[in-house]
């Protein structure tokens, strides 16, 4: 039973960081993909960026780039969404969402699995 | 970066008809497509993944079409349950998402 477990909702001030963990259960954690999701408030889905836990090499979406930082941590089965210089539009959903086996023949299957998701809302 | 755009913004059917969503690619992502249905408060859920395949549990009703830049997410005959905001989503250059659209009941 695959099962993603984020972290709970945060109240931050514009400039501060976030920093949002999702933790996996089912499956050896190393293999499975890690991506980073966010929906602002009405609006549809933005991928933020994603990481393969064998490989240990975040890729983020260029909107992004040097202002997040995703990483993860294999003895708790655990993956981290850092986002910097936070503002008014910062504010939104953040999910996580796991592929299938990176090293399934047919490749992995897309955002199998999704966390919960966890309101990130930035405010003065 | 590969646009996705996906017609009708809202669609507005009967349960018991026949839904057809159609997704369009700025250029070609061969069949490395997916559609996702999200409802109210919940996350997204993998309905169809390689433009054609059902993900694990998803009812037949659901069907997915299409190669290089036009894909369609077709859904036989709905359910109540199946009035939701779906998106497609592509992974051939990077990962984008479409704007969605939104299945109402008529």
């Known amino acids: 039973q695959v099962q993603l477990v984020q972290s709970g909702a945060e109240v931050k001030k514009p400039g501060s960081s976030v920093k949002v963990s999702c933790k996996a259960s089912g499956g050896t954690f190393r293999n499975y993909p890690i991506n980073w999701v966010r929906q602002a408030p009405g609006q549809g889905l933005e991928w933020m960026g994603g990481?393969?836990?064998?490989?240990?090499?975040?890729n983020y979406a260029q909107k992004y780039d040097g202002r997040l930082t995703i990483t993860t941590d294999e003895s708790t089965s655990t993956a981290y969404m850092e986002l910097n210089s936070l503002t008014s539009e910062d504010t939104a959903v953040y999910y996580c969402a796991r592929d299938g086996n990176y090293f399934d023949a047919s490749g992995p299957l897309p955002f199998e699995h999704w966390g919960q998701g966890t309101l990130v809302a930035v405010s003065s | 970066e590969i646009v996705l755009t996906q017609s009708p913004a809202t669609l507005s059917l009967s349960p018991g008809e026949r839904a057809t969503l159609s997704c369009r690619a700025s250029q070609s992502v061969t069949t490395s497509l997916a559609w996702f249905q999200q409802k109210p408060g919940q996350a997204p859920r993998l309905l169809i993944y390689g433009a054609s395949n059902r993900a694990t549990g998803i009812p037949a009703r659901f069907s997915g079409s299409g190669s290089g830049t036009d894909f369609t997410l077709t859904i036989s005959s709905l359910e109540p349950e199946d009035f939701a905001v779906y998106y497609c989503q592509q992974r051939s250059n990077w990962i984008t998402f479409g704007q969605g659209t939104r299945l109402e009941i008529k």
């Open positions: 990481i393969i836990p064998v490989f240990d090499s975040p």
